[in-house]
């Protein structure tokens, strides 16, 4: 009875960001929030998926993206609002040829 | 019975809501980059669980590492970087701090390993070389052959024989020419070139008194030795002419370079009018007397430098030779015509500045 109960009890499972963000290790979350977010481009599904975040979370995740491809670091950076973003975003931004892609 | 159904109720109430057992982890507070030593910095970038995080801080590190004159630490730092963007630029960051703080050999090594931006690291860590000119250029030339792959060791000799010389003759407030007159065959032009450059800035730009100096009937001049951040100067890369191509050329300053004259003489002609742009005059109308110069390559210089600076009547001067049978002055022409490159246009590195 009891294991048929929690088989049915719960609804669909939570997915992509909503998932990790129910996570309680930081680091395991991280990791799982930016496996979903490589997966959006760095266009606006990026930035809306981003827009619920505190900056920086947010910052975290938008350097992350930008030190895998720091050709998108104009798009990317112009979004970053903490000094931890600005930092990061500065170490590419100031060195021209990385913006050329791997 | 009961027990249970309540027991798997509240199960069900946490796991459904999504709530962990127990507190969830506060998010962490990303860390800017160290400061310190290079090796305090290493110890940071290490502790770093998040692998861009720590690629980011490593470079630092590395830069830390040339600053500090130390290779072999850069070297530990750079090797665990796998990504193809990181490793290169940890690699091209030492180099030209090494470079800056007058570990040339070293700073070599570093920029052989930094693969696609090598030819940038060789470009940075040459001219951010201090001027320090106890040790001669060739030995600089023989470590580059061993620590550069082959396509880019060419390119290091025109880089570190441009630079020697520049740091030789440049701002110094002295323009003897006989060091100039002695240099190795392979140094003659960069030596000519640093050389032009200081005996204009102490000639006021006067050729013919810079040509007397040259020819040992006038003293060499001296005057007031600049401090090494303002050892710099105008210059201008230049787009590829049809025709010019295939001349020889060397570096002149950053990545800029000039045509070698044919003889001592021609190519000192060349030199000077360089210089002339180095030094930064304002006014095409330096260069315009040597627009029909009987020697090819002194009238391709002048042109490449009237064409980029305003002058009076400088487009009925340009027009003038639209049907010069040299085609390489028609095409210098042509181009000056069509994009109006005295207005500013074509010109690039057009400013007054330190080397990249």
Redesign the interface.
Known sequence: ??PL??LF???PE?TGL?RCD??????E??ECRYAEIVKLGTGPELTAALAGY?P??R??LL??VV??Q?DQSAVLCAQVT???GR??CE?IQG?P??RG?? | MIR??V???L??AL??A???L????????????PTGSARDMLAACEAE??P??A??CR??AAAAAGREGDGGLADQICRPLQ????KD?CHFRAGEELGRAGHTAQSLDQCGQSAK?GR?CLTHAGWGMPPDTTRDAQQWVTHAQTALPEPLQDEAADILRARWWFNRYVGTGRADPLAAQTALPEEAAHARGAWAIEVMRLTGGDIKLARAVWAGTVGPPRGEALPVERRVGRYDIGLPIPGEQALPRVRTFADARRLVGQSVDEDLTIAFLEAIYFNGTPSGDAFRPWLDDPLPRVRYTAFHYFRILPSTGVEDALRRHADDRDPVVRAHVADALAYRTWEGKGATGGTRSAPP
């Open positions: 009875m009891v109960i929690l009890a719960c609804g939570a909503a129910a996570m309680k290790a930081s680091t979350r991280e505190d920086a979370t910052d975290l350097v992350r030190m895998n720091p903490t000094e931890f930092q990061r170490q060195r040829h990385l892609g791997p | 249970a159904l027991a798997a109720g199960l069900v796991g459904c999504g709530l962990p127990g507190e969830p982890e506060p998010e962490r507070a990303p860390t800017l980059l669980p998040i861009e995080l690629w980011g470079i630092e990504h193809p963007v990181w630029e931006y940038f």
